[in-house]
């Protein structure tokens, strides 16, 4: 079979533990097997970042900014303990925030679904993509604890001059917290959310109180609409709509609705509808993530960590079932979106045969072991975390030999 090629370079980011080692199988079994490709190659292996001073990181960064798509395998984000267990320099910080920062982007997360996995919530039939604001209110908090008797106020100066609001007289002891975000920000969270809904042509919701936060939720609002109004022509195309409700109201209307939109929310309510909705279809092996960034850029990876149990278990010596299938979604999701940049659409259409091989196994009852119960019927085998991909890139094979 001969090879489909890449036309521009793709920003391939290894990573950690029971991922990196299937990162390294699904390059060595299907990506090289099948493609022509110059992959970009920034190991972000946590002894690497350590080496280089997190360098490897940022340079990653600005490599997607430069060629605007880039696949990432899940990473170790230090802790006390993982500084220790590898003999770290430091706790280093999240390569997903470091990139996250120098990308600007917003972060969404989308369900893969299948025939044979009902998600928890009967009306859900398409995937409900959660797009999370990753800046400000609660995560750039400044608080305080009142011990008695106290006034507060919130005061501003700019050019000089003060502003300040009364905000609450305590006859006695409590909590006080102030929280902020800025217009630019909030842009370019909206301009990120239409972007990605037109990209997948789904329909975009927005929710916040404003209702109650007359001037902090409603500002989110109003810069939410301008940018609808501004991107009229995008939603045409795209043949999408937009539709701004409360908060409450969207929760509600979510949970009876069949699915198929994005839904952009603020960074509490993203952080806590992103797992929610992540349980209510299923598996964590089965969300991936993509940071779309306003100036163009895409990064796709898993939305799950590195599954240290398991590769505990692997260095063990004991066999792992590990799903591989978010992982192998994050480079259909590049290689998908490097053919739609590239005028590829033989690229465009090898993703999608490769997700159709992953998802009819699936359909199949050859799955992982996570899966064996969630699949209907349920499935007393499993597939080993090698055998799994060995089967996909056959699938893979069959399928492209049968098309061409
Ligand atoms: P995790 O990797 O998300 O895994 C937690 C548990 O979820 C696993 O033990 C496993 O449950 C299940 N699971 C997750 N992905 C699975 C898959 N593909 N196949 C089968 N089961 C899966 O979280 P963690 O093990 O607590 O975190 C490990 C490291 O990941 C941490 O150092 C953290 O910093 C990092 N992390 C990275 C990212 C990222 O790079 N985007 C995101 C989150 C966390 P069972 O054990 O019950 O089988
Ligand atoms: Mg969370």
Not at 238 to 260: C, M, N
Request: proline share 3%; net charge negative; hydrophobic share 40%.
């Amino acid at each position: 079979m001969s090879k489909i090629t890449v036309k521009t370079p793709l920003v391939e980011m290894n990573g950690d533990e029971m991922t990196r080692i299937i990162w390294d199988l699904i390059k060595e079994k299907i990506v090289k097997r099948y493609l022509e490709i110059d992959l970009r190659e920034y190991d972000l292996h946590v002894q690497n970042r350590d080496r280089t001073d997190d360098q490897v990181t940022i340079d990653a960064a600005h490599a997607i900014r430069e060629f605007k798509v880039g696949v990432k395998c899940a990473t170790i984000t230090p802790d006390a303990d993982r500084v220790e267990e590898y003999k770290l320099k430091k706790a280093w910080r999240s390569p997903n925030g470091t990139i996250r920062n120098i990308l600007n982007g917003t972060i969404f997360r989308k369900p893969i679904t299948v025939n044979n996995i009902h998600p928890y919530v009967r009306s859900w039939k398409k995937p409900i993509v959660i797009g999370r604001h990753a800046y400000g209110d609660l995560y750039r908090s400044v608080e305080l604890r009142i011990d008695g008797p106290a006034s507060t106020s919130v005061v501003s100066t700019h050019d000089g001059k003060s502003q300040s609001v009364p905000a609450f007289d305590f006859a006695g002891p409590g909590i006080f917290m102030g929280i902020h975000n800025t217009d630019e920000s909030i842009r370019s969270f909206a301009q990120s959310s239409i972007a990605y809904a037109a990209s997948e042509k789904m329909d975009l919701w927005f929710s916040v109180k404003d209702t109650i936060s007359k001037t902090y939720h409603a500002r989110f609002k109003d810069i939410f609409q301008e940018e609808v109004d501004a991107a009229a022509d995008t939603f045409a195309a795209a043949g999408i709509s937009y539709r701004y409700l409360l908060i409450d109201d969207a929760v509600a209307q979510a949970i009876k609705h069949p699915g198929g939109f994005v839904w952009a929310l603020s960074n509490y309510d993203g952080d806590v509808m992103s797992d929610l909705i992540a349980a209510g279809f299923g598996s964590l092996g089965m969300m991936t993530s993509v940071l779309v960034s306003p100036s163009g850029a895409f990064e796709y990876e898993a939305a799950h960590g590195t599954v240290k149990r398991h590769y505990y278990q692997h260095l063990e010596g004991k066999a792992t079932s590990t799903n591989s299938v978010a992982s192998m979604f994050a480079w259909t999701g590049a290689l998908r979106k490097r053919g739609e940049l590239d005028a590829t659409p033989e690229l465009v259409k090898f993703a999608e045969t490769w997700e159709r091989a992953v998802l009819s196994l699936i359909e199949e009852g050859v799955v992982t072991k996570d899966l064996t119960a969630l699949i209907d019927p349920p499935s007393a085998n499993f597939e080993s975390t090698q055998s799994f991909i060995d089967k996909v890139s056959d699938r893979l094979e069959t399928l492209l030999s049968a098309s061409s």
